[in-house]
């Protein structure tokens, strides 16, 4: 089947990985938080002081039931056995539960903010994210192998400059340079506002003026993410590009006399497909440590709002969260893997590209 | 044996191994010159001053008594991690590479599954179902758990593009078991290439604990460089301007890792000849 259309071919092979992948994800997603003793439902009932009396009993049953943890009759009663404790739902119809509801696009409840909706949370959420990490990474990518591409092609000073900074930048952890800009130029110097997405006077409109305190806002987080990507991509790049200059094509060019530009254009576009493809395997790691930069400057995005889902064992909403990010990282991975399939010759030539 | 002695040659490399020394030092013999004290409480938030170096924290306890202390249990979690990793991530890998047909086929599967899905989510969605016992040693052994299938990836690659070298059909011709094999015709060729692997996967070990403690999924019962950073934040540390509350764990941490990163380049360098100059 689809002989004729290698890339096509291709694609729907990742494709079914990747899918094969998210059911994968989704599974953990669900019964990893289901390892430990806790239950939920004891967690909120202990917040508000347990004491047994109607009241109480009636709360543990709107919960049990809001949260899909016991069986319920047909008149929307909580089942309970001959101890008159209510019958738990089985770990797997619970799963069935949570797949249907999920693809219905409900998440749950959150316990922190209570009869909030899990999706409501994450919907005012995503757009910061999005707006913060998609040009960071990006940019930070398109940058990184331009200057990590000139650093092997020039050598020299360029390069002894460059480099040990490209190596600085990719080993410091993003939360040590995020926590670095905030003091220095947030704190110290008063350049750029430390926390928050916009002025904490204003409210979200469609105006000049909350615009311009967004972007005041977005400028620290957004050099700290972008920076560190782009050392790492460079040292990545400049390493392919080694390699590249001392295949024999590259030589040979060389020696027929084809002008610097050309040749260093074959090289990039050949050094470009592993560089791609160590962006699908690195994206996973990028978004979780944009995620912690976001924490750090708590901008209002998914980042923040998983940090204060932990801190206040928010379970539907840390889960809600991690099968976002998830299901973001494999949607990202799989765009990059469809680039690779229309840009790869090998893939073209029907012979696979990994 | 002379490609380790090469090492000694590449400056970057001795830049790396002595920051990398530095840090091994300051976690075992600075308590000889400083007096390690994470018991006694004085006023909070202090700057620092000549009996406490770099301050006290929003407690009032000892910065620098907490940073050794701290430093220590980085280390541990970052080596435990990493030799986990390492050694179940290679055993696998070499198996795989050489081994070939179904057993190939299944860690495959399952490290491209693992390599896609952020090890940031799985760490949250682990450390956060357990409240209660989360030790050093378990935050250890939760992050190689989910770590080892990068260097499986990583190795397995390299072991199947050995196994079909002359030494090795000879091997099987004189009738040696693929353990065998494994053990003194693979594994030595791929050291360098593993140790490698190792010194990146401590380091992000280092780098996984701070974080995963830095949003408050840390030990529960010791000081890590991240338990001091998530103190610090939940304190306001950062607004309030208290600098010694945060800044030396996040330079031990950049300097750990970044000394790593260099040893890693250089071994690379070294062993890998199309990058020499």
């Known amino acids: 089947m689809f002989k004729n259309h290698p890339t096509l071919r291709y694609i729907l ?30 967690i909120i009932l202990a917040k508000a002081g347990g004491v047994s009396d109607n009241a109480t009993r009636q709360k543990e049953e709107s919960y049990l039931k809001e949260f899909g943890l016991a069986e319920v009759d047909k008149a929307g ?18 799963f069935g539960n949570y797949i249907f509801m999920s693809l219905k696009g409900d998440l749950g409840t959150s316990f922190m903010s209570y009869p909030k909706k899990v999706t409501e949370i994450i919907k005012n959420a995503v757009p910061w994210t999005i707006a913060l990490q998609l040009p960071a990474i990006l940019l930070a990518w398109i940058v990184g192998n331009v200057l990590g591409a000139l650093a092997a092609y020039r050598r020299g000073i360029f390069d002894k400059v460059f480099f040990p900074l490209a190596l600085g930048a990719n080993s410091i952890p993003f939360f040590a340079f995020g926590m670095l800009l905030v003091y220095l130029f947030g704190i110290y110097w008063h350049v750029f506002p430390a926390v928050g997405g916009y002025d904490s006077g204003l409210i979200p409109t469609f105006s000049w003026g909350f615009f311009a305190s967004v972007l005041y806002h977005y400028t620290l987080p957004f050099l700290s993410i972008f920076l560190i990507f782009t050392g790492g991509q460079a040292i990545g790049m400049r390493s392919m590009c080694i390699y590249e200059l001392g295949t024999d094509y590259v030589k040979y060019a060389k020696w027929l006399g084809i002008s610097e530009g050309k040749v260093l254009f074959y090289m990039f576009r050949n050094a470009m497909l592993p560089q791609l493809t160590g962006l699908a395997l690195s994206l996973g790691v990028m978004i979780g440590g944009a995620l912690i930069t976001e924490m750090i400057f708590s901008y209002p995005g998914i980042g923040m709002a998983v940090l204060s889902a932990i801190q206040s064992n928010d379970y539907p909403l840390i889960q809600g969260c991690t099968l976002l990010i998830t299901v973001s990282v494999l949607i990202a991975n799989f765009s990059v893997d469809i680039l690779i399939g229309f840009l790869d010759p090998r893939v073209k030539a029907g012979r696979g590209a990994r | 044996m002379k ?24 976690a075992l013999f600075f308590p ?44 541990y979690v970052g ?17 795989a590479g050489f081994k070939g047909g179904w057993q190939d086929e299944v860690i495959t599967l399952l490290t491209n599954i693992f390599v896609v899905i952020p090890q940031f989510v799985v760490l949250i969605l682990i450390s956060s179902s ?20 990068w260097s499986a990836r990583a190795v397995r690659a390299q072991s199947s593009s050995l196994k079909s070298r002359d030494h090795i059909a000879l091997a099987h011709v004189n009738g040696n078991g693929t353990l065998r094999i494994v053990l003194y015709q693979i594994l030595p060729y791929l050291f360098s290439y593993v140790f490698m692997v190792f010194i990146i996967q401590t380091a992000s070990g280092i780098i996984s604990e701070s974080c995963i403690s830095m949003i408050g999924l840390g030990p529960y019962d010791s000081v890590s460089l991240g338990t001091i950073l998530n103190d610090a934040m939940r ?38 000849p199309r990058l020499r100059k």
């Open chain 1, 13 to 42: 092979t990742r494709g079914s990985w990747y899918f094969l992948t998210f059911l994968v994800a989704v599974t953990i997603n669900f019964f990893l938080p289901r390892l430990g003793p806790s239950n939920p439902v004891d």
């Open chain 2, 130 to 149: 357990m409240k209660e016992g989360r030790s050093l040693t378990l935050i250890a052994v939760i992050i190689a758990l989910t770590s080892w299938t």
């Open chain 2, 79 to 95: 080596f435990l991690a990493g030799i986990i990793a390492t050694t179940v991530g290679t055993l696998l890998g070499v198996y």
């Open chain 2, 3 to 26: 490609m380790f002695l090469n090492l000694f040659k590449s400056p970057s490399f001795l830049i790396g191994i002595s920051l990398f020394l530095l840090t091994i030092c300051l």
């Open chain 2, 235 to 272: 304190n306001e540390a950062l607004s309030d301007g208290a600098w010694w509350a945060f800044m030396p764990a996040t330079v031990l941490i950049s300097m750990i890792v970044f000394a790593f990163y260099v040893i890693n380049t250089s071994m690379e360098g070294v062993f890998n």
């Open chain 2, 32 to 75: 000889f010159f400083y007096h390690i004290d994470v018991r006694t409480m004085s006023a909070p938030m202090m700057p620092p001053s000549r009996e406490h170096w770099l301050g006290t924290n929003h407690m009032g306890f000892d910065m620098v008594s907490l940073l050794v202390r701290g430093l220590r249990s980085s280390l």
């Open chain 1, 77 to 94: 009663n909580v089942l309970r056995d001959q101890k008159d404790a209510p019958i738990r739902t089985s770990a797997v119809k619970q």
